[in-house]
Nanobody, 123 residues
Framework: QVQLVESGGGLVQPGGSLRLSCAVS????????MGWFRQVPVKEREFLAA????????HYADSVRGRFTISRDITKNTSYLQMNSLKPEDKGVYSC????????????????WGQGTQVTVSS
């Protein structure tokens, strides 16, 4: 059974930082591209970042490039999203996802999803 479990969300002040973690089990982590998405009410799920399993290239949405960094630790089967310089508009439910594609930037390209963790940016 494949499981993706996010952690690390919470309340942070504008300009602050958070690091999200995504613990993966039930699949061969090294052969999956990992992605992070954000969901807010009334809006479509937004792609944020992806890390290709094949060439380790990183892909970012314009809204987070330069502020967010995706990474992974194969020894721990865990993906991370380091978020710096957070803004109030970064608020949302953050989910990680796994794709068997070498490059995946659309939510429809992902095979497995976590439940999500809430991030709130407010003073």
């Amino acid at each position: 059974q494949v499981q993706l479990v996010e952690s690390g969300g919470g309340l942070v002040q504008p300009g602050g930082s958070l690091r999200l973690s995504c613990a993966v089990s039930g699949l061969r982590f090294s052969l999956y591209t990992m992605g992070w998405f954000r969901q807010v009410p009334v809006k479509e799920r937004e792609f944020l970042a992806a890390l290709s399993y094949r060439d380790r290239r990183e892909h970012y949405a314009d809204s987070v490039r330069g502020r967010f960094t995706i990474s992974r630790d194969i020894t721990k089967n865990t993906s991370y999203l380091q978020m710096n310089s957070l803004k109030p508009e970064d608020k949302g439910v953050y989910s990680c996802a796994a794709s068997g594609r070498s490059r995946a930037v659309g939510f429809y390209e992902y095979d497995y999803w976590g439940q999500g963790t809430q991030v709130t940016v407010s003073s």
